[in-house]
């Protein structure tokens, strides 16, 4: 009698908690209410298109495409000058990257401590984990050197530009 197990019971008779919908900010979320707005307007649309209708539609496809940029990462504007001075920090991590790449592949070809068993599955690991390192840093190593070189290229196209607006002024009798 004293031993018997009754069924757990909580003594509240309160419904399990809800998890909280979605943050709406996200790029590409509609909250439930704005799809059942959309959906309303889709079907008066539907029965009634006029004038109206379409600029909602416009505004929508707007709104829309102002979100997923946003969420896309966007754009931003950067002058010659300040490309100039960022891309020797670049190219200083491109090349001190490159130079860890080739200090890491020589971590595979140390040699285990002993002959023994722990040595060998050491030394396994230890391997697995510097081809690992290897590729981790290569592919930083490519990032930070592709932006470098992207950054030469617009100052490279920014510089054209600028020389060929020059010579556009010193033709039609401008200074310069």
Do not use: C
Not at 4 to 27: D, F, Y
Not at 38 to 50: V, W
Not at 102 to 124: C, F, I, M
């Amino acid at each position: 009698m004293g031993n018997e197990q009754q069924p757990a019971t909580s003594g509240s008779s309160q419904p399990p908690p809800q998890q909280a919908p979605p943050e709406p900010k996200r790029a590409g979320f509609l909250t439930p209410e704005e799809a059942a707005k959309r959906k309303a307007q889709d079907d008066q649309y539907d029965q009634y298109m006029n004038s109206a209708g379409a600029k909602v539609y416009r505004d929508r496809e707007a709104a829309d495409a102002a979100a997923n940029t946003a969420a896309s990462g966007g754009g931003f504007v950067m002058d010659a000058d300040a490309m100039r001075a960022i891309l020797p920090r670049w190219q200083s991590i491109a090349d001190k990257l490159g130079d860890a790449v080739t200090l890491g592949r020589r971590l595979v070809h140390l040699n285990k401590p002993a002959e023994d068993e722990g040595s060998t599955v050491q030394k396994q690991a230890a391997d697995a984990h510097a081809e690992a390192y290897v590729k981790n840093v290569t592919d930083q190593q490519n990032y930070a050197q592709a932006y470098a070189n992207k950054l030469k290229d617009a100052i490279g196209v920014y510089e054209k530009q600028e020389q060929a607006n020059k010579d556009a002024l010193r033709k039609h009798g401008g200074r310069q």
